[in-house]
C-alpha cells in the first residue's frame, strides 16, 4: 500500500485550469482518468488525511503511485479526452458500463453502390445507417419483412448478389416483388439508393407525409379505374401501418428523444436508455456497472452519456435527452453533445406530463434489470449467504452447508424407478456433479425387495446408500480413481488411475481444476430429501450403517414446504418470505427436474423396445421391412419359417432365428385407447394411453 504523500506533487505544479489527469501504479499501468475544471483543485482533494476520503477513493490513493496532467483549454475538450482515455486505458477505478448483451440493430449500407438492409450487431461502420437498437433480431426482421412490400430494397449478400448477377436471374425475393432486383439491372444504381433513402426516412420516423402520398395515390389510381394498382396501393398501406403499430406511440408531438434512467445501490447501478424517434419507441438497451469509485447519480448519468454518445455524430445524437439528475456542471456535457450532434442538444431532467411517465417507466425497468443483475451474478453473495445462514439456523447446524446434496425418486405406478441427485455448493447450481440412478432394489449384495411396488422410502435408503457407499470407498483409497460409469456401476479395485486427475495435495485424491476432489469423493454438508419424515428417516439410517455422522440430513415435503428433521415428530416450519426456505425449495425442485427428465427417458425407451431388438444380426431395415410385411408383431409371432423367408432379405437361418426368439418372449398385454376402450392388437401403447401413464407419474 502507496502512501499519497510520496507522490504528491510540490505546491505550485499543478496549474489551476481545466485538464484531465491520470493515477498510476508502481508498474505504471492507469488505474484512474478524471478530469476536472481545475486541476490544482481537484487534486489537491486526493492528497488529503485518509480518513476523510471515501472508502473507494481511498483504496484508489494508496494504490497508485504516481498522477500526471494534460491541460487542455475547456471543459469541453476535458469532457472528450477523458472518454478516449478511459477506451484507450480501461482503468480498473473508473465506472465502466457492461452491456448486459449484444443488441441487433437494423442498418442499411449507404456507403455500397447498392445499399443493402441487414441485422448488424457489433461496432458501427462508417457510411452506414443503423436504426435501434432492438431487443431481439426476429423483431427487426418481421419490421422489414413488412417493408419490403414497400421499399423493396435489396437485402441479400454480397456472395449472392453477385451470383444473380452472373446468371442473369434474380433471388426469390425478386421474383416475389421484395426486392427491386438491381442484380440483373431492373433498378438502376440512382433509383435503388433513392428507394433506400426512402426506407430510411421512413424508419427515421417520418411516415405521415409518406401515407399520406400513397393514399392520395391509392384515390387517384380508384378513380381512373385502375382498380388493381389501387388494391395493391392499399395493401402496402396496411403493411406499413402494420410496421408502424409494432412501436407503440409514447410521446404525442413526434418528439426524438433519448430517456436515461439509473437504478442504484452502495455496490452497483443499471441504465436503462429507451430511444424514442417520432414519437415511438424505436430501441431500448441497458448496462450495469459496479460502483468502483465515488459516485453521485449525476456522475453516473455523464459516465452513460460518454458511453453512449462517444463515438456518435449527427442525428444518431437526438435532439433532447432527458435524465433523472443533471452532471455537474451540466454546461460543459450540453456543449459537448450539441458538438456531436452539430446543433442545440437539450439536456433536463422531465418535470410534468408525458415524458415524466415515460421516465417512471424508464425507471422501473431500470430497477428490474438491477434486480435481475444481482440474481445472475455469480460474485454476488448477500443474498445466497443469508440464505445458508437461515438454513444452518433452523437446522442447528454448527456451520453453513456450502454443498448441499439433494435426492428425488421418479417412478411410474411403481415401474421405471429411478434417482437423481444434484449438488448446489455457495447456493448455486453444480450441474457437472449431478448424478442419476437406477434403483435396483439392492442394498449392499442383498436382495430386499423384488418386482413392482417398491416404494419411495426403500428407493430414498438405496440410492442414499450407495451414493455414500462410493463416497467411502474413494476416501479409502490411495491415488487410484475410476472414470465413473453411466449409471453408478461398481468400482474395481484394481482400476488404474484417471489420467488426467490432478492430486490434492496431502489428500491422496484427484482434484479438478477448481481444486474440489472429484465426483463422489466430495461429502456434503446437508442432504436434502424429496418428502416427509419416512423419507428422511430412511436417509438417515442409510447413513448410519455406514457410520456416517458428520452429515446432516434434512427432507422439504411438498404439500407444506415443512422441513423435516430425523427422530422429530414435529417439521421446522421457516417463514414463507425466507430466503432458507427459497434455497432449499430451489434445490428439491431441481432434483424433481432431474429425475422426472431420467424416468421419462427410461420409460420411453422401455415403450419403443421390441423383442425384435435382441435378435442378432437383424438390422433396422429388416426389421422394418418384417414389420411392413406382416403389418404387427402379433401377426410375425404366428408366422412360419417359411412365410417369414418370403420377405425380401431375410434367409432361412435369421427366419429361424427370429421364430425362436419370438416364441421365447412373452407377449405383451394388449393396449387399451382410453378415449374409445378400443383394444390395439399391435405392440405399443397408442398416444392416449401414454397421457394417461403422465399423470400418473411422479
Not at 407444506?560 to 434455497?583: F, I, M, Q, T
Request: net charge neutral; aromatic share 6%.
Amino acid at each position: 500500500m502507496a502512501d499519497p504523500s510520496s507522490y504528491r506533487p510540490k505546491p505550485g505544479q499543478i496549474p489551476d485550469s481545466p485538464g484531465v489527469y491520470k493515477f498510476r501504479d508502481e508498474h505504471g499501468r492507469v488505474i484512474y482518468v478524471g478530469k476536472a475544471k481545475s486541476l490544482r483543485q481537484r487534486l489537491a482533494s486526493y492528497f488529503q488525511d485518509l480518513a476523510g476520503l471515501h472508502p473507494r477513493t481511498r483504496t484508489m490513493v494508496t494504490t497508485a503511485a504516481a498522477v500526471e496532467w494534460t491541460v487542455v483549454s475547456t471543459e469541453v475538450e476535458a469532457l472528450q479526452l477523458e472518454y478516449t482515455w478511459i477506451k484507450e486505458f480501461d482503468p480498473r477505478f473508473n465506472v465502466k458500463y457492461r452491456d448486459d448483451k449484444s443488441y441487433p440493430y437494423l442498418a442499411v449500407t449507404l456507403n455500397e453502390e447498392f445499399p443493402r438492409v441487414q441485422v448488424m450487431r457489433g461496432a458501427k461502420k462508417k457510411g452506414v445507417r443503423y436504426f435501434g437498437p432492438y431487443g431481439h433480431a426476429w423483431a427487426i426482421r418481421e419490421t422489414v419483412d413488412l417493408m419490403l412490400r414497400v421499399f423493396p430494397v435489396r437485402t441479400c449478400s454480397a456472395g449472392v448478389f453477385k451470383r444473380s448477377a452472373q446468371i442473369g436471374r434474380p433471388c426469390l425475393l425478386g421474383y416475389i416483388g421484395k426486392c427491386s432486383a438491381p442484380c440483373v439491372e431492373r433498378i438502376s444504381a440512382a433509383d435503388h439508393r433513392e428507394l433506400a433513402e426512402e426506407f430510411c426516412d421512413f424508419m427515421a420516423g417520418r411516415t405521415g407525409a409518406y401515407l399520406r402520398r400513397l393514399e392520395r395515390q391509392m384515390q387517384e389510381a380508384a378513380e381512373e379505374m385502375e382498380y388493381e394498382r389501387a388494391a395493391r396501393l392499399r395493401d402496402d398501406i396496411g403493411a406499413l401501418k402494420r410496421a408502424m403499430e409494432k412501436s407503440a406511440v409514447v410521446l404525442a408531438d413526434a418528439t426524438d428523444a433519448d430517456l436515461i434512467a439509473v437504478a442504484e445501490d452502495e455496490l452497483e447501478a443499471a441504465v436503462q436508455i429507451f430511444h424514442v424517434r417520432g414519437g415511438r419507441v424505436r430501441g431500448q438497451r441497458g448496462w450495469v456497472t459496479d460502483k468502483v469509485e465515488a459516485v453521485t447519480t449525476g456522475d453516473l448519468v455523464e459516465h452513460a452519456l460518454q458511453q453512449l454518445y462517444g463515438e456518435e455524430q449527427g442525428d444518431a445524437v437526438p435532439k433532447e435527452v432527458l435524465v433523472p439528475a443533471l452532471p455537474e456542471p451540466v454546461e460543459p456535457v450540453a456543449q459537448w453533445l450539441s458538438h456531436r450532434r452539430g446543433s442545440q442538444v437539450s439536456l433536463r431532467i422531465p418535470q410534468r406530463g408525458d415524458k415524466k411517465d415515460l421516465m417512471a417507466t424508464v425507471g422501473r425497468n431500470a430497477q428490474q434489470a438491477l434486480a435481475l443483475h444481482k440474481t445472475k451474478r455469480a460474485s454476488d453473495l448477500t443474498t445466497r449467504s443469508r440464505a445458508l445462514e437461515e438454513i444452518a439456523e433452523a437446522l442447528g447446524l454448527d456451520s453453513v452447508p456450502l454443498r448441499i446434496e439433494c435426492f428425488d425418486i421418479s417412478h411410474l405406478q411403481g415401474d421405471d424407478v429411478v434417482a437423481s441427485m444434484v449438488v448446489f455448493e455457495d447456493g448455486l447450481a453444480r450441474k457437472s456433479e449431478y448424478r442419476r440412478f437406477q434403483i435396483k432394489g439392492r442394498v449392499g449384495d442383498e436382495q430386499v425387495w423384488h418386482g413392482q411396488g417398491q416404494d419411495d422410502v426403500r428407493s430414498m435408503h438405496e440410492v442414499t446408500a450407495r451414493r455414500f457407499r462410493r463416497y467411502l470407498q474413494e476416501k479409502q483409497r490411495s491415488g487410484e480413481w475410476t472414470e465413473e460409469p453411466a449409471e453408478d456401476a461398481p468400482v474395481e479395485a484394481d482400476a488404474p488411475v484417471e489420467a488426467d486427475g490432478a492430486m490434492e495435495p496431502g489428500a491422496g485424491r484427484p482434484v479438478d481444476e477448481d481444486g474440489r476432489p472429484k465426483r463422489f469423493a466430495y461429502p456434503p454438508q446437508l442432504v436434502v430429501v424429496d418428502g416427509g419424515a419416512p423419507q428422511v428417516a430412511a436417509a438417515r439410517r442409510a447413513l448410519d450403517e455406514l457410520g456416517i455422522d458428520d452429515v446432516a440430513v434434512c427432507g422439504l415435503a411438498k404439500r407444506l414446504e415443512e422441513v423435516w428433521l430425523p427422530g422429530e415428530d414435529d417439521p421446522v416450519v421457516l417463514p414463507r418470505s425466507s430466503e432458507g426456505l427459497y434455497l432449499l425449495q430451489r434445490v428439491r425442485d431441481e432434483a424433481h427436474r432431474f429425475a422426472l427428465r431420467y424416468q421419462r427417458t427410461k420409460r420411453g425407451k422401455r415403450l419403443k423396445a421390441s423383442p425384435l431388438d435382441a435378435v442378432a444380426g437383424l438390422g433396422d431395415t429388416r426389421r422394418q421391412a418384417l414389420l411392413k410385411h406382416f403389418g404387427s408383431l402379433k401377426k410375425l409371432r404366428a408366422a412360419t419359417v417359411d412365410e417369414i423367408c418370403e420377405v425380401p432379405g431375410v434367409g432361412r437361418k435369421t427366419a429361424e432365428t427370429v421364430v425362436a426368439a419370438l416364441a421365447g418372449a412373452a407377449p405383451s398385454a394388449p393396449a387399451v385407447n382410453t378415449a374409445t376402450g378400443e383394444i390395439i392388437e399391435d405392440d405399443g401403447a397408442p398416444p392416449a394411453a401414454l397421457s394417461a401413464e403422465r399423470g400418473q407419474e411422479r
